[in-house]
């Protein structure tokens, strides 16, 4: 099957006995055992649901992997993840996803575990950053909110050199543009709430991996730290899945106009796109992508200019988060990165002219209407 297909019909034969076309909701917390020592497929809602195995099953198939594992949040994925690698040393992305960055450095460094953070598009710097100790190399690509790429087959190519596991956060492209596993990674993280929800109403997060080993250690974790993924939200997220391909194509397309708008104001010092073909990974992004997404940051000329914006955007919603059907803007400064410490954020680029947007579905006319009078002097 193609990927629109599996979109709607990865896990047809998990129907119930009554023919439903949807996965209901499963909305129990346990199950009857038809016997003594007879027990039936499913036990307890925190180990396994009918409505949340039917979407790890999607998921897996639309990352080609051997499993996927659904929790309440992208955070909740990522922290299970991390439980595999205690006491052990991870090499990150420097330019990563604010929460992702606070877990490392104020929670997982705290329980003894070390990390060194690069830029993942650099492979000979990650190498020389390799120890006796190290355990993973964790690249968010395209990240965020810098469009940072790192070359996923170079990167697994490195990782299995050392005998270290590749994770992919595979957010901001989702399958339908990047398939990690395909490329050499051995764990794909998503934040569901982003774009495979794609609706802006449910929190969700995925960890997929390649081996049915790896995934019985993540299961492990999931089903003991507990942060499962709950009925009505796997309803909701496989409802989201189902347009993906067409809010992506949507999405692709009104981004590639808009970034190109913010190219040509003289306002804007600096537009951060993968899609653009100065973009400095350009060609990687040709070779393991199928397309660029909708995320795009910029500078502007100055920290009113930028405050300006925010308050005059109308169709836009100042918003944290990204990936679903209304655009967004947000100031990262203030928001996703406000934990960065402050010359750290200056050094990178995210300072008080820096906005980053996530452009949704909507006619692109009304979106590069809105950002002109937003701009206007
Ligand atoms: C949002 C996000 C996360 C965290 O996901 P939540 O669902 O908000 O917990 C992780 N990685 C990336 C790239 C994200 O954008």
């Not at 997060?205 to 507990?226: C, P, R, W």
């Not at 899609?275 to 795009?296: C, P, R, W």
Request: hydrophobic share 40%; charged share 25%.
């Amino acid at each position: 099957m193609e990927f629109e297909t599996l979109c709607l019909h990865a896990d047809d034969n998990k129907k119930d006995e009554w023919g439903t076309l949807t996965m209901p909701v499963c909305q129990s917390a346990t199950f009857v055992h038809k016997g003594v020592g007879a027990p039936s497929e499913y036990s307890y809602s925190r180990l396994s649901n009918p409505t949340r195995a039917h979407l790890e099953n999607t998921v897996a198939r639309l990352e080609g992997g051997a499993a996927a594992v659904a929790f309440s949040s992208g955070m909740a994925a990522v922290t299970s993840v991390m439980k595999l690698f205690i006491g052990g040393h991870i090499i990150a992305s420097e330019d990563l996803y604010g929460g992702s960055l606070r877990l490392f450095r104020n929670v997982n460094s705290a329980e003894g575990m070390s990390f060194d953070f690069a830029d993942t598009g650099d492979i000979a710097r990650v190498e020389s950053l390799i120890n006796k100790n190290t355990r993973a190399i964790y690249a968010e690509t395209p990240s965020n909110p810098l469009m940072q790429v790192s070359d996923i087959s170079a990167l697994a190519h490195l990782a299995h050199k050392h005998n270290l596991l590749l994770i992919v956060d595979n957010t901001f492209l989702t399958p339908y543009f990047q398939r990690p596993l395909d490329l050499g990674a051995d764990i794909v993280i998503h934040s569901g709430t982003k774009y495979l929800g794609g609706h802006n109403d449910t929190l969700a997060g995925f960890a997929v991996a390649k081996s049915q080993n790896l995934a019985e250690q993540i299961i492990y974790y999931a089903k003991t730290i507990g942060a499962c993924l709950a009925p009505l939200d796997c309803f909701l997220i496989e409802r989201g899945i189902k347009t993906l391909p067409l809010r992506m194509d949507r999405i692709n397309d009104n981004a590639k106009k808009i970034a190109a708008w913010l190219r040509e104001r003289k306002e804007v010092k600096k537009v951060y796109y993968v899609g653009f073909e100065d973009h400095a990974s350009y060609n990687v992004s040709l070779k393991q992508s199928t397309g660029f997404g909708g995320m795009i940051s910029f500078e502007v000329d100055s920290k009113e200019l930028a405050e300006n914006i925010l308050r005059r955007i109308k169709i836009f919603q100042y918003a944290e988060s990204l990936g679903g059907a209304e655009s967004l803007i947000t100031y990262p400064m203030l928001q996703t990165h406000a934990d960065v410490p402050k010359d750290e954020r200056e050094r990178r680029g995210i300072n008080d002219r820096f906005l980053r947007i996530s452009v949704g579905i909507e006619n692109v006319k009304d979106l590069t209407d809105d950002l002109r009078q937003a701009f206007r002097q």
